[in-house]
Structures are given as C-alpha cells and as structure tokens.
C-alpha cells in the first residue's frame, strides 16, 4: 500500500524556530509532536537563499543551475519533471494549497526593463497569476502572496465568499511590523483549510494522494495576528537582539554593508525595540503556522490516515532577521538565510525519537518520495534519497558537505554570484569576480562572526575547502540528456 504524503512547506522560516530547535520563547507543541514521532534533521540547507531557485530544486531534485531557475522572476521550462508529475503519473492524486513559485509572478522588469521596473510600484503583481507547466497537481489553490493583487488567488476568492477584505495595517507602536488579518482569516488558515477538505475528501479513497500545504509565512512583511504578537510584547525585554558584533561586516564582501546600510531594515534606522519586536512578530507568525499544522494533523488522526501518511515539515529557505546586520534575504550564506527545518514522520516505517546532525540537502526530498512510493528515481535527478536513513536500512554519513548557490538571484545592484560549501566543520563562500570572500570553522564560530578569509593559519583550509567548491560546482552539471551509445 502507497503511503500517501502531506508535504508542509513554509516560506522563510529559519532552522531556529521551533521548541524542537531549541527555541525557549515560540509556542509550537505540534510541529514538536511531530519531531519526536519521525526524525529531526538539524542541518538541512535550502540550495539558494530564494525561493523560486529552490523550490524548483527540491520538486525536482536537480540543482537550480541544472533546472535554470537560478533567480527569481524565471519561468520554470515546460521540459523539468516534478516529483509531483512523476507521482500523478503512477497512480497519486496531488493538490496544492498556498504557493508555488516556480513561474514569474511579478513581471514589471519584462514590461518596464531591467532599470526601469522599480519606478513603478502600483504595477506589481499586475498579471495577477503564475504560468504552469505540467505539475500533476489536481487540485490547485493557489496563492502566491496573500495580496488583493492576485485576481486569480484562490485565497482572495475564499475572503470575497466570507465578506471579508484583505488588509495589512500599520501599528501606533512599530514601523517594521504590521497588523496581519484575523486568525479566521489569515492565508496560514486558508490553507489549513483546504488540506483539511483534501483529507477529508481522499478518507477511504483507494489512491494514494500527495498535498503540498504551501503557508506564505513567516515570510516578510512581518504581520501576525494581534492575539498572536500579545505574549511577546508582555516579555519583549527578554527578545535576544540579532547576532551581530559591531565591525563585523567590515572584511567581508562589501555587498553586505551595502545591503545592511540601505532600505526600511537599515541597521541605522532600527532601534533595539525595533529588533525586539521583529524577531517577536516573526515567532509569533510561526506559532500560528504552528496551531494550523496541529489542525491538519488532527484531520489525518480522525480520519484513520496518520499511520500510512508521510509527513513532512520544512522551508523553502531561511529569514536573516538582524543577524550580522542583515534582514530579509540576498546573496547571503549565513546558516539564518539557508538552514531550515526538516521533520519527516511516517509512522508505519519510520521510528521516532531520532535527531540527528547529518548534513542533508532540500533537494533530497524528491528521490526520497519516490522511493517511499516504491517508483524509480528520474535519471534527472541530482539529489540522494533518504530513504534508506529514514528507515534505518543504512545510517551510514549521508554527505561530507552541502552546496547551495545564488548567481544573480535577485536584482541586485552590482549583480552578485556566490557559491557556497558547508561541512560538518567549515563553511566557505566563493563570491565570484570578487577578490574577498568568507570562511567560517563552524565548530569554533558557529555564528559566523569572524571571517578567516585572510588568516593565514587557515590557507590550507581555504584551500582545500576551494577544491571542494570547485568539485561540488562540476557536479551540478545536468546529467540529461542521459548516454545511450558508446560514441
């Protein structure tokens, strides 16, 4: 019997978010009930700090310079294979809730050119939808972003049937957090209530089914529900400010001063309340994420699907949130920008109570649901599966390092390419046509504080680590069309 898969995937939520992470102030008993019934992975990185580059790696399992979606704003090409279309094609029935982001949804730059499309505001998300290729999937409610801008958004048809309208307000107390929608009407809870429908419409079905529950939290704008931020503000003297030691920033790439010294979030505009209250709102966005995820949980548990259901929880990629002086995301490598949650439980093959530091890739996930289902992986696939560690067969080192890129990802101003290669003792970024770049031994600087780049005690490392980069960069080569003859 085909285990059927609930694949949960939010949108910015770093590693460091949950109770099962270590976190002391977010409320997240599901998602932690959920760890301590499958494996924890502490290490898991996205393969680019963006989300359409890495979301069409991980539903593919090919490297974001293999698929060519290497920068948000690409169209994904009609001839990449899905996990999802090559499970629809054997026998699933997948539907999709939330984001998907593998097409351009904003196209001011193609209406306006490369230099011009900032200039227009009132223009964004014109068109309203995201074009698709044959993804497999069903049932399809998309939204890309909880905006009054996307016509197509199922999620703004589901507030129009309720006589609701969609709204961000600002706060008297803050100018970096807003106040989000209603907990009855918040885009985490449209998609919890779709995957319930779903759920509840395959009970006793006898095909297998995949649903991808696609929540655009925690992503900015930073906007949770009152009830929700309330906790924190009763405690936020006791918010630990951002990871950044003053200076810093001052032998890494200058692009990150650039960035940190510029637009809303700039570090001369933020107070500590400022910081406080960010990293509070951004909690409590991931709490109720959290009270959500218990719904769909509960729904699998009335129905008498949990114990042939795998689920899986994780994040397209991480949220810098202050640290070294950086919000949002960019052409940054620190392990808030990339390292994100992954829980993966299926009670029927996969024994609980395992956490575990191997290092493990987003783009692993896609062989890993074929060979859950028992299919062969597509010769296209870059990825290693799981599988084997999940159910115990072979524990053995999963990788010596993970690799994870940005090659002009967003429209940065000069462009920016890196590459970056983490092991279980050093991380190294290779930003390229620049002569500085970063190295960090993430056993005795798990922050990433102080950059070794020009340490001279650690030239044989950088070297050695340049090889790895170098190697790791060859292997991404697309292993399509495959050999058929000799010569």
């Known amino acids: 019997m085909r285990p059927n898969i609930l694949w949960i995937c939010t949108d910015s939520q770093r590693w460091d978010t949950l109770g099962c992470y270590g976190n002391r102030f977010v409320r997240t008993p599901n998602i932690d009930r959920l760890a301590a019934s499958g494996v924890q992975f502490d290490h898991c990185y996205a393969q680019n700090p963006l989300c359409t580059p890495s979301r069409g790696c991980f539903l593919t399992g090919r490297y974001p310079v293999t698929t060519g979606l290497r920068q948000n704003g690409q169209d994904i090409r009609a001839s990449e294979k899905l996990v999802t279309k090559i499970l629809a094609d054997n026998g699933y029935v997948c539907g999709l809730a939330g984001k998907l982001h593998l ?62 309208k969609l709204e961000r307000r600002d706060r008297e107390d803050s100018k970096v957090v807003k106040r989000g929608m209603p907990v009855e ?35 900015f704008t930073i906007d949770p529900p009152d009830e929700f931020l309330a906790p924190y503000l009763e405690r936020l003297d006791e918010i630990p400010l951002p990871n950044y030691v003053e200076g810093e920033l001052d032998n890494k790439p200058a692009y990150e001063k650039q960035f940190a010294d510029s637009g809303p979030y ?24 959290d009270v959500q995820v218990g719904r769909i949980l509960d729904a699998l548990d009335e129905t008498g699907q949990r114990d042939n259901t795998i689920v899986i929880f994780t994040s397209d990629h991480g949220e810098m949130l ?42 692993d996930l896609a062989p890993t649901l074929l060979d859950a289902a028992g299919l062969p992986r597509d010769p296209g696939m870059q990825a290693r599966s799981l599988w084997p560690f999940l159910t115990g067969t072979d524990r053995a080192r999963f990788r010596d390092d993970v690799y994870c890129e940005y090659y002009n990802s967003n429209p940065n ?67 399509l069309p495959e050999r058929i003859g000799i010569y």
């Not at 449209?190 to 395959?202: D, L, S, T, V, W």
């Not at 209250?277 to 951004?282: E, F, G, N, Q, V």
């Not at 993966?344 to 987003?362: D, K, M, Q, Y």
């Not at 290779?430 to 650690?458: C, F, I, K, M």
């Open 413 to 479: 101003k000069p462009r920016q390419y890196c590459t970056m290669i983490r092991t279980d003792t050093h991380k190294i970024v290779v930003w390229h046509g620049q002569e500085l770049g970063e190295l960090y031994d993430v056993q005795a600087d798990p922050n990433e504080t102080r950059n070794l780049w020009d340490d001279l005690s650690s030239a044989n490392v950088k070297m050695a680590m340049m090889k790895r980069a170098c190697d790791r960069m060859a292997y991404t080569c697309d292993p």
């Open 185 to 219: 009407h918040h885009q985490t809870t449209f998609c919890a209530e779709k995957a319930i429908g779903f759920i509840k419409g395959y009970e006793g079905s006898p095909y297998p089914w995949l649903f991808s529950v696609n929540i655009f939290d925690p992503h």
């Open 322 to 363: 202050g640290d070294h002086g950086i919000y949002i995301k960019g052409p940054f490598m620190y392990d808030p920008a990339i390292r994100v949650p992954l829980i993966i439980s299926f009670p029927n093959a996969i024994a609980g109570g395992c956490r575990t530091n191997a290092l493990v890739e987003l783009g």
């Open 103 to 164: 097409s351009a949804c904003d196209h001011r730059i193609k209406n306006f050119g490369k230099d011009e499309w900032w200039k227009h505001p009132e223009e964004l998300f014109f068109k309203g939808t995201e074009r698709r290729i044959d993804d497999g999937y069903a049932e399809f409610y998309w939204d890309h972003a909880p905006s009054a801008h996307f016509r197509s958004s199922a999620y703004s048809r589901w507030l129009v049937e309720k006589g609701v």
């Open 266 to 289: 700039a570090r001369q505009k933020m107070t500590d309340r400022d910081h406080r209250l960010c990293r509070a709102a951004y909690w409590a966005m991931c709490d109720l994420i």
